[in-house]
């Protein structure tokens, strides 16, 4: 009599960490990586609200010291680290007057800056890895002008520029280096923003008719996004900027 072998799972034997997986795309991110056979260790401020089945620290990625040590104890504990998915970040609205030099530090150093913390920590361990990946989430501030959104921009287009560059860098030492450039995602921080707004609900129509889908993208389908880019099954795959955004940055739709 036959037997059908167990199916193998894409991420298989993969040891994943996501920053900023406490909530939003990060923890969607989280899910579907566990879902898919990975082990993953979080990151974040609040690491009570990370997916079940993670392994959660709390990390303040603008702590160069505390990085350090979150992700050495994720590499022991895992025993190596393969897919680095950057996902901490924090927003910023107004136009170039808006902000002060500490704001702008601030931002830059959680969004921009706390990249290099984790991918410097982490280098070791993915370059002994067959399987290394690194995802970063972008914006498409990036890449569009969009209204009192300076600082915010400036941080994700570092993102944007860095990723292009360390894929370059370590292209021949197999390390593929890609990022997610999602549209306005239904994520806490924008949901806050509808909340302090003279009217949420005239807010939030403007920000989903900003997609040429109508609607706010959501976490889980930035995950996917992230999770095409960390496969082991696209080894091909470097230098990628891939576009979630319900056709904001390509389309032009009538109303």
């Known amino acids: 009599m036959s037997t059908t072998p167990p199916q193998t799972l894409e ?3 993969i040891r994943a960490l996501v920053t900023g997986g406490g909530a939003g795309i990060g923890a969607a991110t989280a899910r579907t990586l566990l879902a898919r056979g990975a082990s993953v260790a979080v990151l974040d401020l609040s690491p ?20 350090e040590q979150a992700v050495a104890e994720v590499a022991e504990r895992l025993g190596g680290i393969d897919v680095v998915i950057n996902n901490a970040g924090i927003g910023a609205q107004g136009d170039v007057t808006a902000n002060d030099d500490a704001e702008w530090m601030r931002v830059m150093d959680i969004n921009v800056l706390s990249v290099a ?3 410097r920590a982490a280098l070791p361990h993915l370059r002994r890895s067959e399987n290394a990946a690194v995802v970063n989430t972008s914006s498409i501030a990036s890449q569009t002008g969009l ?3 300076v600082l915010y921009s400036a941080s994700k287009g570092a993102i944007h520029s860095m990723t292009l560059a360390m894929a370059a860098d370590w292209a021949r030492e197999g ?15 924008v949901g806050r ?9 005239a807010e939030r129509k403007a ?3 900003r997609q040429a889908h109508g609607r706010l993208v959501e976490p889980e389908e930035v ?19 891939l576009t979630v955004d319900g056709g904001t940055t390509s389309l032009r739709v009538r109303a």
């Open 11 to 13: 991420f298989d034997g």
């Open 48 to 67: 009570d609200t990370s997916p079940e089945g993670t392994i959660a620290l709390r990390c303040d990625v603008s702590d160069s010291a505390a990085v």
């Open 117 to 119: 913390r984790v991918i």
């Open 147 to 149: 209204p009192q959104r």
């Open 175 to 189: 390390i593929r280096v890609n990022a997610v450039v999602p549209g306005t995602a239904n994520t806490p921080w």
């Open 193 to 201: 923003l509808l909340d302090a707004a003279d009217d949420p609900v």
């Open 207 to 209: 920000l989903e008719a």
């Open 223 to 241: 995950a996917e996004a992230h999770c095409y880019l960390a496969s082991p099954r696209n080894r091909s795959t470097t230098g990628v900027l």
